[in-house]
């Protein structure tokens, strides 16, 4: 495993390996690797003849009164686990190198998908993705890139991102992979508490919840959002906070409250994003009605 | 030569002729192909082992009130034309290829070098350059790219652009070709009535008098703007408007108004942009102190 900090040496290895032919399978982190960044590369080391993994925490995708700080920096224990599943680079620079000037001059914004979900409480966000992934895919030339459906909007925006700047780099929407008690893999789970940790899983309960009551189809969109915090809020018994639960769209269209109105083989999706403490948690479903 | 049209069929070919280790000079040009365009396309091809010529008038970078609709579009003088210099590529996509959705989604913003020159004047065209030139930039996958100097605010967000995403591209500079009386090689110069034309030289000829009244040390830079400006409204005699006359260093950054506090060996450019009875020409010139 090679570990690359250059962005200029990062370039010259990836262009070559694309010259000879070979395929680049990205897997973009912001580090703090856990099981499901793990699934992850298992996936590209088998779709493609070279894995690179980043590792980058993006002070553009944080607001100012974000976690960017604090945001888990286990560096020593993220290569060994990349060592383990046999990642061929990582690519990990310094913000320094990926922004050498005091002022980012250069922004990307994505006007699709937005005033809703994440954009909507994380103004910035997702320009700040789309400015270092344009960054990474110059960097690292990559055939494929891994994003998880855990961030749906994200990765609906980066597909949009590379239609629209006509980026040829497939990219592969990857599952949302789960504790063995429902909590959706995240790197943001290591802020809680042992018993923030274990009523955790209600986030994910509450999505399962809200896909039943929709399936009934005894009742609107939003009785079932209505239902699904309440049921959020009784069975969470410590200090948290609801900052949206939304239903759309695959696409993230805006959907009839009727559910009986929308035609069949629509697949809808539950969005929830909740404050646990200080740590804000968020998880998504599909529902194929 | 062959002309392409289709974005998905022309990064096939661009990316297997690099697959070659070939290199691409690439020549971005709106058509309405003259002099200093043929001078840059057979530049490239000395340079660069296929020389990819693209024809593109990209909406995104006029503003509502400009001349998108009337821009000169001979696209077949223009393709003779690069049949003759043995152009390998010309890339003329529609604008239905290039901005398939009716909203343009992703914008790129380069914030430097702004408000000032032609910034000021035509917001968000800068942006739309920015966005079209990345496009380019990934459906071509060049080697070498050329712009002109003419468009010297342009060349500069081009090469920012280019460091702060991280393209591998070498972004050429190119010299400003003119026609024997010295007024610059543009397009716009068909606007030009007869009579217009042969007055239109005066704006290089007041660049080259405020150049001389600098190199004298006798006024300050306000004051050498000040009487080129005195010099140009003298000897046009047609309808006309000074939009702009300014003088920067090479940076795009402020100078010293005092001649003989800016240290030796800076390289000043003066700046000009004049409405030509309803044509809006641009020219520059570099002044080595």
């Not at 954009?119 to 891994?146: C, E, M, S, W």
């Not at 009934?216 to 049921?231: P, R, V």
């Not at 948290?240 to 695959?250: L, T």
């Amino acid at each position: 495993m090679i570990v690359l900090k250059n962005i200029q040496q990062a370039q010259v290895i990836f262009k070559n390996i694309r010259t000879k032919r070979q395929t680049i399978g990205f897997v973009p982190t912001m580090g703090a690797l856990h099981n499901a960044h793990e699934q992850i590369i298992l996936r590209s080391k088998k779709e493609s003849s070279v894995t690179v993994v980043s590792i980058f925490v993006n002070p553009l995708q944080f607001g100012p009164k974000e976690d960017f700080n604090k945001y888990p920096k286990p560096f020593n224990k993220d290569l060994s686990i990349c060592k383990k599943l046999k990642v061929d680079y990582v690519f990990a620079p310094t913000i320094k190198q990926m922004y050498p000037d005091k002022i980012v001059y250069t922004n990307i914004s994505v006007k699709k998908y937005t005033g809703i979900l994440c954009d909507k409480f994380r103004p910035g966000h997702f320009n700040g993705v789309a400015t270092v992934v344009t960054k990474l895919f110059n960097i690292i030339n990559p055939t494929k890139a891994y994003f998880g459906e855990k961030d749906y909007q994200q990765l609906l925006v980066i597909k949009q991102l590379v239609k629209d700047l006509n980026f040829t780099i497939d990219i592969v929407p990857c599952e949302t992979f789960r504790e063995p008690d429902g909590l959706a893999f995240s790197s943001r789970n290591k802020y809680l508490s042992k018993t923030e940790r274990n009523q955790a899983n209600v986030i994910y309960k509450s999505l399962l919840y809200c896909k039943q009551l929709i399936l009934t189809k005894k009742f609107s969109l939003s009785k079932c959002i209505n239902y699904s915090k309440i049921f959020l809020n009784k069975n969470i018994l410590l200090p948290h906070k609801i900052q949206y639960f939304e239903i759309y769209d695959n696409n993230l269209s805006p959907v009839n409250n009727d559910v009986k109105q929308i035609k069949p083989n629509t697949t809808l999706r539950i969005f929830v994003a909740v404050y646990l403490g200080k740590t804000r948690l968020i998880d998504n479903m599909p529902v194929n009605i």
